[in-house]
Each structure stands twice: as C-alpha cells, then as structure tokens.
C-alpha cells in the first residue's frame, strides 16, 4: 500500500482522506495556504507544508508547489479530492511523470470527460443513451439551426469545454437562435476561453440522478445505485439522497448495467459517476461524467456500506475491488444537506468567524466539516461549511431526522443555509419524492415556501 499520501485540498474532503488514509495505515502530508494554517487538516494530518498565499491560483491550484511538497515529504501519491486540480489532466500527467501516483482516473480518462463534446460522442459509443444532438460542435448559427429543425425545438446550446451551466442557453424558437448562439460563445470564451458549442433536445423539467462507478485496475467494474441531485440552485446541488424516489428497482437496475457496460468499454478505472438527466416519461439521458470522487459520496456509502475514499486509495494502488455486483445491496434510505455558509434567503455568501457552534449528532447522523468553535469561515474559497448526512431505515423515518438533526445544529456568529433546508424538508413535493431541478425554484416563488422559509430564519437562533 502507499506510505504517504499528499491531499491537494482543504476542508471536510482533506479530511475525510486524512480518516481513510489513516484508518489504512497510511501516512498524510496536508498542504495550505498561509490563510488555512489554523485549519482542521493541518492539524489532523502527519505532515503540513505551506504552498501559497490565500487565492487559490497561487496555493490549492499551484502545481510547482504541489509538486516540492509532494517530494521533500516523500509522499508517494497525492489525493486531489474534489474540485481544484481533481479533473485536471496535465496535473495527473506531471504527477505519473514524476513517480507519484495520481488518486483518480488516467489522465486521459480526466482529458476526454473534461471535454463535453468528445465525452458525449464515447458515451454514444459505449452505448449509453443521449438526447438528439448535433455530433459534434456546432461551427455557426446556420449549422445550429439546421440541427434545431431537426430536432425540434426547445433546444439547448451547451460549451465542449462546459459543465456546472456556464454557456448553457435554452432556445424556444428559430428567430432567437442566432443570438442565443453568441452570447453562449461569448460565455464559453470568457469562462473557458474555448467558444465550441454543441446542440441538444431541451428537457423541460428533468431530474439530475448519478450512477456511482467503482472501477479496478483489472477490469472488474461494479456500480454502487444513484443518487438524486435534483435539489440545486444556479447549479450548486444543496440536497442529494439514495435511493432515489423516482427510481423504479427495474430503471435503477436498467441505468445501472448500462452505465457499468459503457466504463467497461472505455476502460474506466477508479471511481466515477455518470450524469443522466431523467424525463417526465421515465427516458435517462447521458448528460456528463465526473472523474472525481464527489462532494456528495457519503449518502451511497451509507446505503451500500462502501468506504468509497478508502475504496478509491487502494484501487490507485492497483489492489482488485473486494465485492461484486450481486454482493451490492441497498441499506435503508440516506439524505445529505450541504451547510453553507451563506444567507439563507439571498444566497450570499456570508464568511466570518464562527462564535458559537454545535453540531448535532445521535443514531444515523454524520458530518462531514472542517469548522470548529472559534474557526473562520474565509472568503477565498467555496462556502460549504459542513455535510450533514443522515440515514435511516426508510426514506420518510430519514426525512424525520434529518429535520431533527437540522434543529440541533447551532452556528452562531455567521448566517448560514439550515433555514432553507428546514423549508425545503417541509415541502410537500419533497416529501412526496415528486421533485425535479426546478424544484428550489419553485420553494422561492411560491407563498407557502418563502412564508416557511422566513419563518425558519426567525426561528434558527
Ligand atoms: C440540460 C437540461 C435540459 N435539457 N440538457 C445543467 C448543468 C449541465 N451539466 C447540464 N444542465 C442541464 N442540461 C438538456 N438537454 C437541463 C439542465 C439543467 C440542470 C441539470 C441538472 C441539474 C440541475 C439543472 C438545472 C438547470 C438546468
């Protein structure tokens, strides 16, 4: 097994490695930058090296410094965690250049899921189902608007190199095609600073649920159930849970075996997850693949019982999966709620120093965090403060506790968005497991959801 790893992140996943990791046996090197010396990580794991100043170009996303910390500790691989350099290609590349194992799939694996264009066209070759599209990107307006009349309108403009919305544009008619088609270019360039665009049959009303992938070194590929993602706001998924409610036990069983055929055809290795988008009629659509381990694993570790960070390390290591397909079962019901910190109303962010804090706990709740009494919640990186997962026997008993859980939580000192999950655990369609990505949406909109909502800011003390 490795010796040392190094975990290129912060917060609850530089943790959550650093628990694998030593429940392994396994030495851990955190890195920081100078904003980050008084972080959980640093203190939990063997080793700590300063890389950068606060932003995160210059620490978090600085390979040189990555790198020299990786070799004056004599780290022997490096857990990239999630967002940072966990997608990024030349970054796994210079890792195995450098004799230092990259925790995650090949680099090119990495490269051809990161461009949206080419992964859709090896999931149509894998086999996997997809909207009607264009093949390939779409060069002009002109070429956009042939492939529209073909398949109907509403369409979707959608950046090769996108992903998380940016230069996404929804197009309900021809006349508004040509303008729709520049400002998505415009977008993809400025985010991306690569405009190719592509062109798919827009679903109204979708579902976002994932296949969770597990994959070895010699060819044994077992999926581990979905999880449903649809509760986000401007792409930022706020609640997942597994099983999904929409989900048959015949269509899970169906997305399951296509999923795993299509990653034993690319040659998938580590863990992944596939991204469908499922349809009012029941229909899923390949959407796109994460070749990370993702922000929202516990909910199918608690349902599978699979220690998925602990699980990807000895994968990376070339160690064959220890379960089969048949040996995969699902366990009760789990609901996760990402904490942020940030208004719960405007969704501002809302960094600042915690005065106050308890976290709730008892039979069947988890958190994941990196915040503590006393700890400040910087404005240099993403909000999430905290993953509180619950699970229970059946999906209504989880609902149950993740309320009770909700209302123990205390953090004081900043605003954070446990109201809104409160309001959105008291929706009725949320109860009823009949919601779809509109759904946060439509809690604002409506009078029951934003009465309920400011109610529960009054209340959270
Ligand atoms: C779509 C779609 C409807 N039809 N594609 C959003 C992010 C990016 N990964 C793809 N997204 C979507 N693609 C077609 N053909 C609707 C969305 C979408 C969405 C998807 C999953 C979860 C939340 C969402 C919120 C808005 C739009």
Redesign the pocket.
């Known amino acids: 097994m490795f010796k040392k790893v190094l975990i290129a992140n912060r917060g609850e996943i530089a943790l959550r490695v650093i628990r694998a990791c030593r429940e392994l046996g396994i030495a851990t090197v955190a890195v920081h930058s100078t904003a980050d010396a008084n972080a959980l990580h640093v203190r939990f794991a063997d080793e700590a090296v300063c890389i950068g100043p606060p932003a995160s170009k210059e620490s978090y996303l600085n390979v040189p410094q990555l790198l020299s910390a990786a070799e004056i500790t004599r780290a022997d691989a490096i857990h990239p965690g999630y967002g940072f350099l966990s997608e990024n290609a030349e970054f796994a590349e210079v890792c195995e250049n450098c004799k230092i194992r990259f925790i995650g799939p090949r680099p090119e694996m990495l490269r051809l899921m990161g461009n949206k264009v080419r992964a859709r066209q090896a999931a149509r070759e894998a086999g996997l189902p997809l909207?009607p599209?264009s093949p390939g990107t779409v060069k002009d307006p002109r070429e956009a608007e042939a492939f529209a009349r073909e398949i109907g309108f509403p369409v979707?403009l959608?950046a090769a190199a996108?992903?998380?919305?940016k230069g996404?544009k929804i197009v309900r008619e021809p006349g508004a095609l040509a303008q729709a088609f520049s400002t998505a270019q415009a977008e993809a360039v400025a985010s991306f600073s690569n405009g190719d665009l592509y062109i798919?049959?827009?679903?109204?009303k979708?579902r976002?649920i994932e296949i969770q992938i597990v994959a070895d070194e010699h060819g044994n590929i077992v999926h581990l159930n979905e999880r449903e993602?649809?509760v986000?706001r401007r792409?930022q998924k706020l609640i997942e849970e597994s099983p999904s409610p929409a989900l048959t036990p015949e269509l899970r069983k169906r997305m399951g075996e296509v999923s795993v055929n299509a990653m034993r055809r690319l040659a998938y290795n580590n863990v992944g997850t596939i991204?469908y988008?499922l349809d009012e009629r029941g229909e899923f659509?390949f959407?796109?693949m994460n070749t990370r381990i993702q922000v929202e694993h516990p909910v199918t570790e608690l349902v599978t019982g699979v220690d998925l960070v602990s699980e990807q390390i000895r994968l990376a290591y070339g160690e064959p999966l220890r379960f089969k397909q048949e040996d995969v079962q699902i366990r009760g019901h789990a609901i996760e709620c990402r904490v942020n910190a940030e208004d719960p109303i405007t969704f501002a962010p809302w960094p600042g120093k915690i005065t106050g804090y308890s976290v709730p706990g008892g039979y069947g709740v988890r958190v994941d965090s990196g915040a503590y009494e006393n700890y400040t919640v910087l404005p240099y990186y993403d909000s999430l403060l905290s993953k509180l997962i619950v699970h229970a026997e059946d999906r209504a008993t989880a609902i149950r506790r993740m309320q009770r859980a909700l209302g123990e939580y205390v953090v004081e000192g900043i605003r954070t968005n446990i109201p809104f999950h409160r309001a959105a655990l008291a929706e009725e369609s949320f109860q009823e497991g009949n919601y779809d990505?509109r759904f946060v949406e439509r809690l604002l909109a409506s009078e029951t959801g934003s009465r309920r909502l400011k109610k529960a800011v009054e209340e959270t003390p």
């Open positions: 909207l599209g979707i959608k996108g992903g998380g919305g996404m798919e049959r827009y679903v109204e979708p976002h993602c649809s986000q792409h991204e988008l659509y959407m796109e990505t």
